[in-house]
């Protein structure tokens, strides 16, 4: 309820200048921070989670082609120890569990999710700074409404997903 305060009551009061220009300049500096530092925050969210994707990516490739070397290097020996079978067969798993982790994970739409809402964050951020450098004439109230239900909307989408 603190965003309203610096709202006029009618229509007629917001017109440039605004009686309480300075109170209202205050609050959308407040929102185009808290913007800014929610895209960036998504922003790093959305690189980490790229990178464990293509880190586990990277451990299936890896081990599947050990893996299959592996299996066909014990094919051609007749004595192949138990010991031997058990770590192919560790290692024939471990992409499973990886791809695994990945679906359980939900990686790309995590990382999607993010870069959505860095991308909102930082398009009305941006918004709310051509407002804040050349203020229209005439009723400002529908824009600062439309502003600040848009600053709500993106605020309560969740931080991690």
């Known amino acids: 309820m603190a965003e ?3 709202l006029p009551q009618s229509d007629t009061e917001i017109t440039a200048p605004l009686p309480n220009w300075a109170g ?8 185009r921070d808290s913007l800014q530092h929610r895209a960036e925050v998504n922003s790093t969210v959305a690189r980490r989670t790229r990178r464990v994707s293509q880190t586990l990516s ?21 004595d192949s120890t138990t ?3 058990l ?3 560790g290692l024939a798993i471990l992409p499973a569990i990886s791809s ?20 909102e964050s930082l398009a009305l951020s941006k918004r709310i700074d051509f407002l804040l450098i050349a203020p229209s004439s005439g009723n400002l109230r529908p824009v600062i409404e439309s502003l600040h239900s848009q600053y709500v ?9």
Request: no cysteine; proline share 3%; charged share 20%.
């Open 153 to 161: 909307e993106v605020m309560q989408r969740p931080p991690f997903r």
């Open 100 to 119: 695994g982790l990945q679906r359980a994970l939900h990686l790309a739409g995590r990382e999607e999710y993010h870069i959505g809402v860095s991308n």
């Open 24 to 31: 209202i300049k205050g609050e959308l500096i407040k929102w």
């Open 4 to 6: 309203q305060e610096f």
């Open 83 to 85: 010991t031997t079978q």
């Open 87 to 89: 770590v192919i067969t």
């Open 58 to 78: 990277a451990i299936d490739v890896i081990v599947g082609v050990v893996t299959g070397t592996s299996v066909f290097i014990a094919l051609r020996q007749k």
